[in-house]
């Protein structure tokens, strides 16, 4: 059973990556979507996404990171793929899940699954052109307007030789919508031979075991989930080996979030470091309240240093609050 941590384009970058992969239960990351449009991308583009490429395609925990290309074209895209595993990445992944309007307007992500033969060509490619030992993967939903081309799509990525398939359990007409229709998952499984990782609508360990239920998949990947509760991909190792394990409390979230300051100071203009803290706090206050609370606190600060001495004072009330209140009590 292996526990990915998903790629979200603006929230999981490599500061991100760091501190949940730190928490342990993750398996492997991928990157936020590298945009192919015509020509082979210079190195920084890919050492930008993924700074992990300077020690061996990996966290500072060891976890591997994947580097994921989105685009239309098999040629290009198999030329990048190349480049990226030659600059070092632990494996390739693409992208044929993302939405967004400008992406598909540009021939990119959810829009190329009208188009199966297309999907393989791509995969087919990229495969022949990333050295055998580097593991190519795709992501995909169950289709664009509805799942009617699901197993014409993963049958041709199949064939492609890819090593992975990850299956978004919802259409790009359904958006973000809930309910993620595992169950469909199941459908793919049975028509190929190939791994794969059911994502979508995970939210907690028995989510995470109702998932494998329905999907029949052993690998879960973890998008919004593991960011409402960074012990989420932990949680769920131990609940699918049977064993209990305590959630993290608030007071043991708040170090994380300073952490996470302090990571985005150090790596970016560190004028701009409150901006990612703000939105992960509006990710951690749907499982923990006082993230709600610390949010409206925050939300207009812009002054880093500031921030800092906020989530420092409100460490320190917690511990306060801990030595009158026993954890027990
Ligand atoms: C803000 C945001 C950004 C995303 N960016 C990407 C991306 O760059 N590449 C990708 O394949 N999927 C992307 N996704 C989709 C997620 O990887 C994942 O498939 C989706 O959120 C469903 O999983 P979840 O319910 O566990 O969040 C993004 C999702 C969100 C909400």
């Known amino acids: 059973m292996q526990v990915m941590l998903a790629p979200m384009e603006g929230v999981v970058d490599h500061t991100m990556r760091e501190l949940l992969t730190s928490l342990g239960g993750i ?46 074209q098999p040629v290009v895209l198999a030329d990048n793929a190349a480049r990226a595993a030659e600059l070092g990445a632990a494996g390739i992944d693409l992208n044929f899940g993302c939405p967004a309007k400008t992406v598909n307007r540009s021939d990119g992500g959810s829009i190329i699954l009208r188009e199966p033969q297309r999907v393989h060509a791509i995969a087919a490619a990229v495969r022949a052109a990333v050295p055998a030992h580097i593991p190519v993967t795709v992501k995909t939903r169950l289709g664009y307007e509805d799942e009617s081309l699901f197993l014409d799509i993963v049958r041709g990525i199949h064939a492609a030789g890819v090593n992975e398939l990850t299956v978004h359990a919802r259409t790009k007409r359904h958006g973000y919508r809930p309910p993620a229709y595992w169950e469909e998952i199941a459908r793919a499984r049975e028509a190929v031979p190939l791994n794969i990782i059911a994502n979508g609508e995970i939210w907690s ?92 606190r925050v939300k207009r600060m812009r002054d880093p240093e500031q921030l800092a001495l906020e989530l420092r004072s409100m460490a320190a009330q917690r511990r306060q609050d801990e030595v009158r209140i026993p954890a027990t009590a």
Request: net charge positive; proline share 9%; hydrophobic share 40%.
């Open 27 to 72: 398996d492997r990351c991928v990157t936020e979507f590298v945009r192919v449009t015509e020509r082979l991308l210079p190195p920084r583009v890919f050492q930008r996404l993924c700074p992990e490429l300077a020690h061996g395609g990996t966290t500072l925990s060891g976890v591997p990171v994947y580097i994921q290309l989105l685009g239309g």
């Open 205 to 296: 360990p028995a989510d995470a075991l109702r998932c494998r239920e329905l999907s029949g998949c052993q690998d879960l990947m973890l998008g919004r989930g593991a960011l409402c509760r960074p012990d989420l991909p932990r949680l769920i190792a131990a609940a699918t080996t049977g064993q209990a394990r305590d959630s993290l409390r608030w007071p043991e979230v708040i170090p994380l979030v300073q952490q996470f300051l302090e990571l985005n100071r150090a790596h970016y203009d560190a004028r701009h470091a409150p901006n990612p803290v703000k939105q992960w706090l509006a990710y951690l206050r749907a499982y923990f309240p006082e993230a709600a609370l610390l949010f409206e």
